[in-house]
């Protein structure tokens, strides 16, 4: 069964640090996203990729986020300067052409100190 | 390997009927079961959950359903609304708080 692979599983990070969460999606979907869960809160939307271009933002997904998939299979989360609050697990998730059967992966935490 | 699969991409149901959707699992480490709906460009959103000491947590039209025996559990809800109509993630936890989703069914309720 196809999987969706994030690296690292955890990252540790010093404030004011630039981190690249990386996501290798299932090989033929075509939509691309980023949710995260901060400890005890609910999982939030960021962002939506499709096409080479981002579809959807929230309101949490600000300058300090871009998004990349620079080589047709890795799609990458960047933060550029982390802070505290940005500590949660980060998590990756694609679909096909239909829009049905997400497939998330296992995450990826983040631990800004 | 998927560990927690959800076998109907999609379901339709009348309004005012029931909406059963399923779910199986392959570890039996698991202790904690979660059902989350998400709408479009919303993350999900936590429904319920049951603990694997349990075999049934009701609030209000939302049931869950664990049958441990057989790794399945199941989510009701009735009598099914039109905003029930969403996308219906199963999802299971260990005891190192990693969260897995099962891919989702997506529910439509016909008027």
């Known amino acids: 069964e196809p999987e969706v692979t994030q690296t690292p599983s955890h990252q540790v990070t010093q404030m004011g640090q630039e981190v690249i969460l990386r996501c290798v999606p299932i090989?033929?979907?075509?939509?691309f996203y980023w949710y995260r869960q901060i400890l005890g809160q609910k999982v939030e939307f960021l962002v939506s990729f499709y096409n080479n271009e981002i579809s959807e933002k929230s309101e949490i997904f600000d300058d300090q986020f871009s998004v990349e998939r620079p080589d047709g299979s890795n799609f990458t989360l960047k933060i550029r300067s982390t802070k505290l609050e940005d500590s949660a697990m980060y998590f990756c998730?694609?679909?096909?052409?239909?829009?049905?059967?997400?497939?998330f992966g296992s995450g990826t935490r983040l631990t800004v100190v | 390997d998927q560990q927690v699969k959800q076998n109907s991409p999609s379901l339709s149901v009348q309004e005012g009927r029931i909406s059963i959707l399923n779910c199986d699992y392959t570890?039996?480490?698991?202790?904690?079961f979660l059902w989350y709906k998400k709408y479009p460009a919303e993350g999900p959103t936590f429904l319920i959950s049951i603990s694997s000491i349990k075999d049934k947590n009701e609030d209000g039209r939302f049931t869950v359903f664990l049958n441990k025996s057989a790794k399945h559990l199941s989510l009701h809800i009735v009598p099914s609304q039109p905003g029930d109509s969403a996308v219906y993630f199963c999802a299971a936890m260990n005891r190192d708080d990693k969260i897995i989703f099962g891919k989702g069914t997506r529910l439509h309720i016909l008027p």
């Open positions: 090989s033929n979907h075509l939509y």
């Open positions: 570890n039996s480490m698991f202790d904690y």
């Open positions: 998730a694609s679909t096909g052409q239909g829009l049905n059967g997400y497939t």
